[in-house]
């Protein structure tokens, strides 16, 4: 499933849209079992909501602090999806359970409609984790150096890889090029791999010369092949791939230093992390 759903010229990824519907099938499920008292249960689910996603968001500050540390106003940089899931659902059940015992709601419709939010997102999320694939479809894209050379992402096998799709007129693959420049200086048992997605060698040629001259791997895909059957269109967009070349996850939208250092550790062997 592609990880980022199209709407005209909005592209968003689809792990907001599971977030939404989970939250549309508690408030929904809190009218059907609430009868007179629904209002309260959607009080109370609605401040569930909002205390487990800064839970979530205080959660993956803590795990990347080192990260944030260097620099602050990461932490408030929602856009780059960076979130501890587990530590929100966690905090967002202990508050409605709080709030049943303090407020005497009735316990079944609220615990019903507190199940069915979080199973909805539980399997919205595990259905749209990327399973691991062997050879994903980016494997057959055709690409070019910016000499006019072929080449092929087989020739980055062997370490964990980190593809990005990116352009040089779309503004947040701009502005997350410094982190993935620094990325690739400082993780040298990783390969990153930037494919540009449909401009003209020269172009990027002059792009990188200017705003990244120490950026390696940088390869064209001429007629952005890759964007279509990995992002639907969305850019920028990050693979995540193993050691052995098996896609482990897929981000559309700009990355943070800290976002990115999350999901690097998840691609690497155990014994190096």
């Known amino acids: 499933m ?4 199209r709407l005209g010229p909005l592209v968003f990824p689809t792990e907001l849209a599971v977030l939404i519907a989970a939250g549309l099938v508690g408030l929904l499920a809190a009218r059907l079992f609430g009868g007179k008292r629904a ?20 959660g993956f500050i803590w795990q990347t602090r080192e990260h944030i540390m260097q620099d602050p106003i990461q932490a408030l ?57 062997a050879q994903p479809a980016l ?7 910016l000499d006019g050379t072929s080449a092929a992402l087989a020739e980055f096998r062997g370490k964990p890889m980190v593809v990005n799709l990116w352009a ?57 092949e890759a964007s279509r059957k990995m992002s639907n269109r969305g850019l920028p967009a990050t693979l995540f791939l193993d050691a052995e070349g098996r896609l482990m996850d897929v981000r559309v939208g700009e990355l943070s230093s800290a976002t990115l250092a999350q999901r690097l550790d998840a691609i690497r062997p155990t014994a190096v992390r």
Do not use: K
């Not at 507190?114 to 595990?126: D, P, Q």
């Not at 494997?139 to 150096?145: E, G, H, I, K, T």
């Open 2 to 5: 592609s990880p980022a759903i």
């Open 39 to 58: 209002s309260e249960i959607s009080t109370i689910l609605w401040r569930a909501l909002l205390l487990g996603l800064v839970a979530a968001r205080l």
């Open 139 to 145: 494997a057959a894209v055709a690409l070019q150096r």
């Open 77 to 133: 940089d929602l856009r780059d999806g960076g979130w501890a899931g587990m530590a929100g659902l966690a905090v967002a059940c202990v508050y409605a359970a709080y709030a049943a015992l303090r407020a005497h709601a009735p316990r079944p419709a609220l615990l019903g409609a507190l199940t069915l939010a979080a199973a909805t997102w539980l399997t919205g999320g595990y259905l749209l984790a990327p399973a691991p694939q």
């Open 168 to 224: 040089s007129w779309c503004p947040p693959c701009r502005r997350e090029m410094p982190t993935f420049e620094h990325a690739q200086a400082t993780h040298p048992d990783i390969h990153f791999v930037f494919l540009n997605q449909g401009e003209a060698p020269a172009a990027v040629r002059q792009y990188l010369d200017q705003h990244a001259p120490s950026l390696r791997n940088a390869l064209l895909d001429p007629a952005g």
